[in-house]
C-alpha cells in the first residue's frame, strides 16, 4: 500500500519560531510538493521538488524554505512563524513524468497554528 | 496563472440524484485531466481520470465527460450518496497540478 506520511498531524507553534514539516513516502517517486489549503483559497502549491537536492518555486513560496536530502523525504521549513502561516500543509508525491505524472499521492496533512 | 475554472463552488444533491461539476480549461496540452475527491480531514486523492482523445469515462457511479471542441471536461456521480459528500477538484496538469478551490459537495440524506 503507498504511503505518505507526514511527520504531524497537529502542531502549535510560536510567532517567530523555526518550524520543520517533514514528508516522507515509500513510493520511490521522484516528485515530491508542497501545498497549504485555507478556506476560500483552496490548495496553492508552495514548493516542489523533481529530484534530490533540486527544488522550484511554487505560486506562494514567500516566508518558506525546502530541503530535499534524499529521494524519500521533503521537508518544508518556517523560516519565521507568523500568524498568517496558520494553515494545512499537505505534501505529495508523484512519478516524474509519463502517463502517471498526474496522480500524485497525498499525506494526511499537518494542521498548523501559529499564536 | 488559473488555466482551468471550476463551477460550481458548491453543490447540495438529495440522495439519488445527479452530481454534476463542470470545469473549463485553457491550455490544450494536457495530457490527462483528472478529478480528486477530499474528504474532511484528509489529503486529496485521484478519484478518476481521462485522456482528451477519449470523450467519455466512467468508473462505477463517476463519469467524466470531455469537450474538445468546448475545452470542458465534467464529472457526473450518478445515484449520489451522503459517502459522496467531498471537495472535488479538477487540477490543471501541465507537469505539475495546480489546485483551485474545488467544489464542495453535500449529499442530502
Known amino acids: 500500500d503507498v504511503k505518505v506520511t507526514q511527520s504531524s498531524r497537529y502542531l502549535v507553534k510560536r510567532t517567530g519560531e523555526k518550524v520543520f514539516l517533514e514528508c516522507v513516502q515509500d513510493?520511490?517517486?521522484?516528485?515530491m510538493f508542497w501545498y497549504r489549503q485555507d478556506p476560500g483559497l483552496g490548495l496553492r502549491l508552495i514548493y516542489f521538488?523533481?529530484?534530490?537536492?533540486?527544488?522550484e518555486k511554487g505560486d506562494i513560496p514567500e516566508g518558506y524554505s525546502v530541503s530535499r536530502e534524499k529521494k524519500e523525504r521533503f521537508s518544508l521549513i518556517l523560516e519565521s512563524a507568523s500568524t498568517n502561516q496558520t494553515s494545512m500543509y499537505l505534501c505529495a508525491s508523484s512519478r516524474l513524468a509519463g502517463g502517471s505524472s498526474y496522480e500524485q499521492y497525498f499525506g494526511p496533512g499537518t494542521r498548523l497554528t501559529v499564536t | 496563472q488559473q488555466q482551468v475554472k471550476q463551477s460550481p463552488q458548491s453543490l447540495i444533491v438529495q440522495k439519488g440524484g445527479i452530481s454534476i461539476i463542470n470545469c473549463a480549461y485553457e491550455?490544450?496540452?494536457?495530457?490527462?485531466f483528472p478529478w480528486y475527491q477530499q474528504f474532511p480531514g484528509k489529503g486529496p486523492a485521484l478519484l478518476i481520470a481521462?485522456?482528451?482523445?477519449?470523450s467519455e469515462k466512467k468508473e462505477g457511479r463517476f463519469t467524466i465527460s470531455f469537450n474538445k471542441s468546448a475545452k470542458q471536461f465534467s464529472l457526473h456521480i450518478m445515484d449520489s450518496q451522503p459517502g459522496d459528500s467531498a471537495t472535488y477538484f479538477c487540477?490543471?496538469?501541465?507537469?505539475?497540478?495546480?489546485f483551485g478551490q474545488g467544489t464542495t459537495l453535500q449529499v442530502k440524506p
Open positions: 521538488s523533481y529530484d534530490v537536492k533540486m527544488k
Open positions: 487540477p490543471s496538469n501541465t507537469g505539475k497540478l495546480i
Open positions: 513510493m520511490d517517486h521522484e516528485n
Open positions: 481521462i485522456r482528451p482523445d477519449v
Open positions: 491550455n490544450t496540452a494536457f495530457d490527462y
